[in-house]
Nanobody
Framework: QVQLVESGGGLVQAGGSLRLSCRAA????????MGWYRQVPGRQRELVAT???????NYADAVKGRFANSRDNEKNTVNLQMNSLKPDDTAVYYC?????????WGQGTQVTVSS
């Protein structure tokens, strides 16, 4: 199993920045893809950004150029730097890890962007 603990999030004005962090209770080198998803009430959870063990990155079109995902396999962490935030970015953000083809999720952290 992989336990994921998230930190960061909160309330910010439009145009501001926030940083989310997620720490895995397992060696980062043993986890395939790590990343972030987000969900708003009444909608499906959607991909925000992912990063593989070797550093390959993928971003949702809605966040390209504004968000940056990074990973430290020695510290077992993945971080999401969110810049130029918009009210549409308001959601609960979940850390995700693919370990042996099983998806694990963090508890979620609220990000609220005011206009």
């Amino acid at each position: 199993q992989v336990q994921l603990v998230e930190s960061g999030g909160g309330l910010v004005q439009a145009g501001g920045s926030l940083r989310l962090s997620c720490r895995a209770a397992r060696s980062g080198f043993s986890i395939n893809t790590m990343g972030w998803y987000r969900q708003v009430p009444g909608r499906q959870r959607e991909l925000v950004a992912t990063i593989t063990t070797s550093g390959g990155k993928n971003y949702a079109d809605a966040v390209k150029g504004r968000f940056a995902n990074s990973r430290d396999n020695e510290k077992n962490t993945v971080n999401l730097q969110m810049n130029s935030l918009k009210p549409d970015d308001t959601a609960v953000y979940y850390c995700n890890a693919d370990f042996k083809f099983v998806n694990y999720w963090g508890q979620g952290t609220q990000v609220t962007v005011s206009s």
